[in-house]
């Protein structure tokens, strides 16, 4: 899957559970999912629970610890795909 393809695919993930519009407009890979889109800690877990759903993938408990920036999804997500 593409950068661009996945970070479309993040970004209509998370686009529920944003509080920061603006930020959400200008999302890339360095947008971090508390501190920029103010997303809380329970809609994380929705965010997570989202991503597996939309991808067919299991993330475990150490992953989702690290799952805080749309950079870190990335390299989740792809290295779910990949194996």
């Known amino acids: 899957m593409k950068k661009e393809d996945l970070i479309a695919k993040l970004k209509a993930i998370v ?11 200008n ?5 971090t999912f508390v501190g920029d889109l103010k997303i809380n ?19 475990e ?3 989702m610890e690290q799952m805080l920036s749309v950079k870190a999804a990335m390299a989740i997500v792809t290295s779910k795909i990949a194996s």
């Not at 686009?15 to 407009?25: G, L, T």
């Not at 800690?41 to 993330?59: C, K, P």
């Open 41 to 59: 800690s329970a809609n994380l877990v929705d965010v997570i629970l989202d991503v597996e759903d939309a991808f067919d993938i299991r993330i």
């Open 61 to 63: 408990n150490e992953e």
């Open 15 to 25: 686009e529920p559970y944003v509080q920061d519009e603006e930020a959400f407009e």
């Open 27 to 31: 999302l890339s890979e360095d947008t």
